[in-house]
């Protein structure tokens, strides 16, 4: 196999995009890529995506993306595991490259949620969970996560109010980055005061649905610095699985497929949750970061959240996380978001994320999460 | 990068599954495959599919089908392509194989398209074709072809009668393919007296919507004589792609990603048309062969249907083609259909095509579009 790196990274503001098409923002997020890279030549293009059918009436991204991109001809195909598309299509990238299948690769995350031409956004979003069996009783993905968040509490003893530092450190992380969708700092009694969605889970627990594009270009890490000073390599790129249904899991508190990607991930870097200097969690609800904190091996088990509430969190402490401002307030178009955590890991190894540059960043690492744990991609990429 | 072989093949019968659900589909072709291949042990799966999310209110297939099948844990996710949604798993799963980062890896196509729980299919089909240009306008996937049906017949100087033989070589086909849609052999009157769908399109032209599953597992080819005495080799794997909507075409007659992903997939190969034993085309209506015949070499443009006419698709004949039914006769559940194709194509070459068994099949191709011709995936099998 082949060593491969990351040569440009590109993307969209998050927000509501009035004014551009799915492949509007596809194309803005790979233009900027290529034009990072330095590069013109594309071989083949993956596009995390989730939604497009369901919300746009529209199938098909590869091809549609790659035509009006002006790479016509070129190999071209959609990745879809919910919530973890952007990731996975990395995960696909990273394989063509590594096997010497392609050269130049771009590896795309995105999503179109605000404007509903052929659906809504919650009942499309429940096409993640158990349509037979979760969706059809009612279960939405606040309502699935507000039963985590609800049993978390009494199986660890915490009060609502512990979770409050995860929102308000990626409040605060969002307010340096030019993409994100909010740039508004919270405080602790505004996220104790804001309006409820899904007892325990209000307003400030939740990510924001949004439109946005990000693309990452790949190639061998042999070739890599003829495009650019900085590539980043991609160390380790794993998914695993888990029930989709909660109720048919072991223990609905451990999140067995991000365990189990993050050891493969691990194992394939060769390093352990010590060496990782920056971690991207999956922040959709801050009931997900706690548990993606623990499953990667940051906390044991029902300690993830105390991470939050010691401010371990924050740029310089022991785990920084949602550096660029998270799920939470970078928003969270939710093929895309994957791609996202990805361009952001490497634009803190590249010591491009301004304020919010975590120091001597060598090894970061995200975990993309599809439903509430069904599909997880760990990705850990490394400073050459 | 490491030969890959398919080591085992399985498929559901294909038609109206009102008892089984998606999950249960894919599952059943998964184990079938499985059982053929002797294998227990699954590192990856690959599930094409177009339509889940759109009839059936369910994505995120590749964790639920690993769940059903008590493959929880393992790498999954979805694979789109529209129609060409199948054969792109095997590209995806070939990668994974070639590249050295699994050894047994499944490919599955699947779709449900009979039970539409949350959509029409029609409706739901157009979204292989470009939404804000084409399906916004009315045009659906008949009347695209009956467009290019008519454009034909004008251009070349041929009448509606002249294609008639696609249909009856594939429903006589289908005959002995017990698990094929239509068991009921067709005349030339029949398909001249067929009602009009969209003219000159008519009900004999036409493909059935169905529900079904077809699977292969792959392995490297260096240990695939531990699991089969009949492992089929995977020569050649190729994508391409054109514009989604056909009014950008340079020339709508002409098959461009048909005609790239075939001369990929022969170079990958090392060889060329005269050296294919069979072909597997993408009849999802008669023009469709007569086009994919043309871009892939079988014919010069304009005589692809002249193939039909003089009887050089059958299985003795020059190219035979929709060898156990095609898409008209076997069936076309959208996003299984590749998988299908290809699963044919090794019966074919493991000879265990029965009455249907082209003589001395070595080398067997398939060609699965999706859209169009927006997205054209080519494989080559050998027979080792």
Not at 48 to 68: C, K, P, R, V, W
Not at 262 to 273: C, H, L, R, T, W
Not at 332 to 349: C, K, N, R
Not at 360 to 375: P, V, W, Y
Request: aromatic residues 6%; proline residues 3%; hydrophobic residues 45%.
């Amino acid at each position: 196999m082949r060593d491969v790196s990351i040569i440009g990274i590109g993307q969209t503001p998050v927000g509501e995009h009035w004014d551009k098409s799915l492949r509007e923002l596809g194309f803005r997020a790979l233009h900027a890529a290529m034009k990072d890279a330095g590069v013109e030549r594309i071989d083949a293009l993956y596009v995390g995506n989730m939604l497009s059918g369901e919300l746009t009436a529209q199938e098909h991204l590869g091809a549609l993306i790659a035509d009006f991109a002006g790479l016509r001809g070129i190999e071209a195909i959609k990745v879809e595991a919910a919530c973890g598309s952007g990731a996975a299509a990395l995960r696909v990238g990273y394989m063509a490259v590594a096997g010497g299948l392609h050269d130049f690769v771009a590896c795309i995350g995105v999503e179109k949620m605000t404007d509903q031409q052929s659906g809504t956004v919650t009942s499309a979003l429940a096409t993640a969970a158990d349509a037979d069996y979760e969706a059809l009783q009612g279960l939405s993905f606040v309502s699935i996560n507000a039963l985590l968040m609800r049993r978390y509490m009494h199986e660890y003893g915490y009060k609502k109010e512990d979770f409050a530092n995860f929102a308000i450190t990626a409040h605060a992380n969002a307010m340096n980055n030019p993409y994100a969708m909010f740039h508004s700092p919270i405080t602790a009694r505004q996220f104790a005061e804001a309006k409820p969605i899904a007892d325990p889970i209000n307003l400030l627990d939740s990510s924001p649905i949004a439109d946005g594009a990000a693309c990452v270009i790949l190639a061998p890490t042999a070739i890599a610095k003829e495009f650019t000073h900085k590539p980043v390599r991609v160390k380790a790129t794993a998914i695993a699985t888990d029930t989709l249904a909660v109720h048919d899991r072991r223990d609905p508190l451990y999140l067995e497929g991000g365990a189990i990607s993050a050891q493969k991930a691990y194992a394939m870097a060769g390093v352990g949750p010590a060496d990782i200097d920056l971690f991207e969690v999956h922040d959709a609800f801050t009931i997900m970061s706690a548990l993606s904190l623990e499953a990667a091996g940051f906390a044991p088990r029902g300690q993830g959240v105390r991470l939050a509430m010691e401010g371990e969190i924050g740029l310089s402490g022991r785990i920084p996380i949602t550096t660029m401002g998270g799920l939470k307030a970078r928003g969270h178009p939710v093929g895309a978001t994957g791609m996202y955590q990805i361009v952001e890991v490497a634009e803190q190894l590249r010591e491009e994320a301004g304020a919010n540059q975590v120091q001597n960043a060598r090894l970061g690492m995200a975990q993309n999460i599809g439903g509430s744990g069904a599909t997880v991609v760990t990705t850990i990429l490394e400073r050459i």
